[in-house]
């Protein structure tokens, strides 16, 4: 039978305590959670409603070049620890192509290695065809000399030349081409010939020393989730288990869902405009941009 002491009963006092049984393993009770007053989760989920859709990034949208994400084998992720200097790698933007969406405890290479196969394989492929296509073409030739000759016939010296130079070539051109595609964007780039492709990550768009900024930075995050126009996740096991993984992916999904109600609301209201006269269908768009507001989409919404 358990003890006074076992019991929650000190015997001093004759008071009684609460205590949870350790032979159950009942954790003890937390404040915060069912118990918390409904104002107050109310106010905390219209906080993180207003990050999931919070459009005020004027003057905080950034971005950098993917090439500068993928520099020295994708250096930037081998740390969340960031520096003055990383912030100066982004720059002001109207648009974001790909928004990063990763944990922190994935290692650094598998998540460079997916860059590469997003960003850098197709041209890299591409290059080590035609390399070793090149390759076989000069040995046949005679412009390159054969490794060994291999004989046609045992009793003859005749015999064809063999070589590997196409392989060596091919794969030569598989491990240095996501290098070489690094500096023909950034060729191209400071031509003027393409434009490059404009990434959000965190570490270099988010001031990581001043706390003034990086309030800013993350309290507008769900901003920069919808001025995206894709978002890559660099998946690993640990990644749902991160509760920013999950807030990007969710501010994406409502992105997502305010872009497809304001093409309806665009192509219905634009429609309406064609048969009733442009006055009504001014007046439809004005509808459409109330009807977002509404929804807690951009308050810059536009006809198609």
Avoid at 110 to 122: G, W
Avoid at 144 to 156: E, G, H, K, N, Y
Avoid at 214 to 240: D, N
């Amino acid at each position: 039978r358990p003890t006074q002491e076992a019991a929650g009963r000190s015997p001093a006092s004759g008071t009684v305590r609460v205590m949870d049984d350790p032979r159950r393993g009942v954790p003890p009770r937390r404040h915060g959670g069912e118990d918390e007053p409904p104002s107050a989760r109310n106010a905390i989920l219209e906080r993180v409603h207003q990050y999931a859709s919070g459009f005020n990034v004027a003057g905080l949208l950034r971005a950098s070049p993917i090439w500068v994400v993928m520099e020295r084998g994708g250096a930037h992720f081998s740390s969340n620890v960031g520096t003055p200097a990383d912030f100066t790698l982004s720059g002001p933007t109207a648009h974001i192509d790909y928004f990063v969406s990763h944990a922190w405890t994935a290692p650094r290479a598998s998540k460079y290695l997916a860059l590469v196969f997003c960003f850098s394989m197709k041209p890299t492929i591409c290059a080590a065809v035609v390399v070793a296509t090149g390759a076989c073409a000069l040995t046949v030739a005679g412009l390159l000399p054969p490794f060994i000759t291999v004989p046609m016939f045992p009793d003859r010296e005749e015999g064809y030349p063999m070589s590997t130079w196409s392989t060596l070539f091919g794969l030569a051109t598989l491990v240095t081409g996501p290098c070489a595609v690094s500096v023909a964007r950034q060729a191209l780039a400071f031509c003027g010939l393409r434009r490059p492709v404009q990434v959000f990550f965190d570490k270099l768009c988010i001031h990581q020393t001043d706390a003034e900024l990086k309030r800013q930075g993350i309290e507008c995050l769900g901003g920069f989730v919808h001025a995206s126009r894709r978002m890559l996740i660099l998946w690993s096991p640990t990644y749902f288990r991160r509760l920013w993984c999950i807030f990007e992916l969710a501010a994406f999904h409502r992105s997502l869902q305010l872009q497809s109600l304001q093409h309806r609301l665009a192509t219905s209201f634009s429609a309406r405009g064609r048969r009733r006269g442009d006055l009504r269908g001014g007046a439809g768009h004005a509808l459409s941009e109330a009807s977002l507001r509404a929804a807690g989409g951009p308050a810059s919404a536009h006809a198609a």
